[in-house]
């Protein structure tokens, strides 16, 4: 998606800095014109459908630039995986701490995540870290609750995907956002169970939630209050790294 300071609409705000951090995405299915957050990279986006010219677009985003200031100015500041950092690891906070002249790759310690080998690579290595662990945790959660359910799962994959939490095809395959290891174990299960509900269910009827509820009655977890803290803190998760 090409910046905005890269086309004739950047003049369309007064502010050169808010210009910088708005991107245009070309959608030739969109109808109208609009803006949507990008929380995981401080950013918003402009939907600009096919037929929409410069004037247009450009009027529009001088009529929502307060707009456009509000939600930037509200974004939680990007939160790196560097040496002194906390980040949540299951609903915990760890700090990381980088060694880089040791070796032995990524584990936890107490307190603390420990990062081996070059600080420059740390980055990578805890966010590959990070991918396995929650590979490793929404596998096994996931075979237990389709054996419940009575259904198959066929593969569990992770991604680090911005719209959903996860997903679930008809042939058993889920996926999930490896963000999912930096919540709450109770949140975690209960996306769990929603995609493996799925599997009974595709849409989200009385008889869907039905599912969703008796799957997690056994770990005595409340499938709203894990869709509050969803709904009021997933978006935070997108911060790091």
Not at 7 to 20: C, I, T, V
Not at 128 to 138: G, I, T, Y
Request: proline fraction near 6%; include cysteine.
């Amino acid at each position: 998606m090409p910046l905005l300071t890269d086309s004739s609409l950047a003049g369309a705000l007064d502010d050169a800095n808010l210009a910088a951090r708005i991107v245009v995405e070309r959608n030739p299915r969109a109808r109208r014109i609009g803006l949507r957050v990008d929380p995981a990279k401080g950013r918003i986006v402009l939907v600009r459908p096919p037929r929409a010219s410069d004037r247009t677009v450009a009027a529009f985003l001088t009529s929502r630039a307060r707009w456009i200031a509000k939600h930037l100015e509200s974004l939680p500041p990007h939160i790196p995986f560097a040496d002194g950092t906390v980040i949540p690891y299951r609903g915990s906070d760890y700090v990381l701490q980088l060694r880089p002249h040791e070796r032995g790759g990524v584990w936890r310690e107490n307190d603390a995540i420990i990062v081996t080998g070059r600080p420059e690579h740390a980055p990578r290595r805890v966010r590959d870290w990070l991918k396995q662990e929650a590979l490793r945790v929404l596998t096994p959660a996931t075979q237990t609750l389709a054996t419940q359910l009575g259904v198959n799962v066929t593969r569990v994959s992770v991604r680090d995907t911005r719209s959903c939490w996860g997903s679930c095809s008809p042939d058993g395959k889920l996926s999930f956002s490896w963000r999912l290891i930096l919540a709450p174990d109770d949140v975690l299960t209960y996306v769990a169970a929603h995609e493996v509900a799925h599997l009974k269910h595709m849409n989200h009827s009385a008889r869907f939630w039905d599912v969703v509820e008796e799957l997690l009655q056994t770990a005595e977890i409340d499938w709203v209050l894990a869709r509050q803290w969803l709904r009021r803190s997933g978006a935070a998760l997108h911060r790091y790294g």
